[in-house]
């Protein structure tokens, strides 16, 4: 079993910035993957951003070249980096992990990269962002 908690989530304006933390424990295997997703009033789930752990990342193209996802292994921490926020981008932030075995495989880094909530096993509450205009 893999907990994840969110946290970091507030208000911000258009323009500003904002960094959220998932705090991972119980067992992570040396092969996983762990991304952020979010969901709007009224909207589907996105895929936002995910990194493996072979420290390959990858984006939706809303938030490519804003946001930054990036993890502290000592710390067992996958954080986000969020710059020049829209409006648009306001929902409930949602960390997400699974684990795979002792090493990425090919395809398991393909399905991991193409960032769809059926691959990922444990999922966090979610922290609110909300960015104003």
């Known amino acids: 079993q893999v907990q994840v908690v969110e946290s970091g989530g507030g208000s911000v304006q258009a323009g500003g910035s904002l960094r959220i933390s998932c705090a991972a424990s119980?067992?992570?295997?040396?092969?996983?993957?762990m991304a952020w997703f979010r969901q709007a009033p009224g909207k589907e789930r996105e895929g936002v951003a995910v990194t493996d752990s072979d420290g390959t990342t990858s984006y939706s193209d809303s938030v490519k070249g804003r946001f930054t996802i990036s993890q502290d292994n000592a710390k067992n921490t996958l954080y986000l980096q969020m710059n020049s926020l829209k409006p648009e981008d306001t929902a409930m932030y949602y960390c997400a992990a699974t684990n795979y075995g002792s090493r990425l495989s090919q395809g398991e880094r393909v399905q991991c990269s193409r960032l769809q909530a059926a691959t990922f096993r444990y999922w966090g509450q979610g922290t609110q962002v909300t960015v104003s205009s």
């Open positions: 119980g067992y992570i295997s040396s092969a996983y993957c």
